[in-house]
C-alpha cells in the first residue's frame, strides 16, 4: 500500500499502543510512520499538481497547434 511496507491497519495499532505507553519505542515507531506518510502524501501531491501543470501545457500547445493549422481539429 506504501513504500514503506506497513498498513494502515498496522500504523493504527502502533499509534493506540503509542498513546498508552508513551515511554516506548512505539512511540518513536508511531512518529516516525506519521512522517513518512506525511512525507509519501507531500509527494503524491507534488506529482498531481506536475502531471496538472503538463497536461495544461500540452492543452495549451495543442491548441495554438490547431489554430495555425498544424493539426487537423479536433486532435
Do not use: F
Not at 515511554?23 to 506519521?34: I, K, L, P
Not at 495543442?62 to 479536433?74: K, R
Request: charged residues 15%; proline residues 4%.
Amino acid at each position: 500500500m506504501n513504500s514503506s511496507g506497513g498498513s494502515i491497519a498496522e500504523w493504527l495499532v502502533c499509534w493506540t499502543q503509542a498513546q498508552k505507553d508513551p515511554g516506548t519505542n512505539r512511540s518513536r515507531d508511531a512518529v516516525g510512520y506519521q512522517q513518512t506518510v506525511h512525507t509519501h502524501r507531500s509527494s503524491v501531491n507534488q506529482a498531481a499538481k506536475s502531471v496538472a501543470a503538463l497536461l495544461r501545457v500540452a492543452r495549451v500547445t495543442a491548441g495554438l497547434a490547431e489554430s495555425n493549422g498544424s493539426l487537423p481539429p479536433g486532435l
